[in-house]
């Protein structure tokens, strides 16, 4: 089930330690890219874990209502992980809210050992489509988020996902230090035989002075019909280049 992770959900609890803008205002693209070390290896949506350290590689390209986000997983030794293809096009976009539709080709790179001791990488696929409702206000936000997963690959799962996701953006502590706060509650059905009710939270912690960001995330099974290891956490310091 951790596998089925990896590729699914690079959606949120996503804080950068690198970040770089492009705006091309004669054909009205825009170009950002980031970069994230996880120390301990969460995954994005915290359910499960990479249980290695790992490095994600975002890139967008937007032009007007139309974007095109892939992202790269790379564990520390080298080794790929997964890779995905989001093409997401805005709905609507006024008065607070926002509503996002988006299609997904994805790339999962699993390992495996053969009954000869030879090591292979075998490469699953699937396809995910995502719609996605944000309501921003100021210093919060809400947001609830569908995707319905389709394995192409025998091996690989199938099913139906649903997020409901707050943030509590800039909320001061001190003068010149700050923090956010992301809850989120999700479930999830795969193959009829999968099913999971998640808590999780992002707090990071930031000083308006400093290019540092200290962070702790942590996940918490509500209900699944699959065994789960329970609470799990991580923190870290990301340096802002």
Not at 90 to 107: E, H
Not at 124 to 129: G, H, I, K, Y
Not at 134 to 157: A, E, H, Q, R, V
Not at 176 to 193: G, R
Request: hydrophobic share 45%; net charge positive; glycine share 8%.
């Amino acid at each position: 089930m951790r596998i089925l992770f990896l590729f699914v959900f690079a959606l949120s609890n996503i804080i950068p330690c690198y970040g770089y803008v492009l705006h091309d205002t004669t054909s009205n693209v825009r170009v950002s890219a980031k970069l994230q070390v996880s120390n301990v290896g969460l995954a994005p949506v915290p359910a499960f874990s990479f249980n290695s350290p790992i490095v994600f590689g975002f890139l967008t390209v937007k032009k007007q209502a139309f974007s095109f986000e892939p992202d790269v997983a790379v564990g520390m030794n080298g080794k790929p992980w997964m890779t995905n293809n989001w093409f997401r096009f805005t709905v609507f976009d006024r008065n607070k809210w926002k509503a996002n539709l988006g299609v997904n080709p994805s790339l999962f790179f699993e390992y495996e050992t053969l009954g000869s001791g030879e090591k292979i990488i075998r490469t699953q696929r699937n396809l995910t489509f995502e719609a996605a409702v944000t309501y921003k206000s100021n210093g919060w936000n809400l947001g609830f988020l569908f995707m319905n997963i389709n394995g192409c690959d025998p091996g690989t799962l199938s099913g139906n996902f649903f997020n409901i996701h707050g943030e509590f953006t800039a909320v001061h502590i001190r003068e010149k230090i700050f923090f956010n706060l992301k809850p989120q509650l999700f479930y999830f059905n795969f193959n009829s035989n999968s099913d999971g009710f998640f808590a999780a939270s992002a707090l990071d912690i930031k000083h308006i002075n400093l290019p540092l960001t200290v962070f702790t995330q942590g996940v918490l099974p509500l209900w699944a019909d699959f065994p789960t290891t329970g609470f799990k956490w991580n923190f870290g310091m990301l340096i802002i280049l």
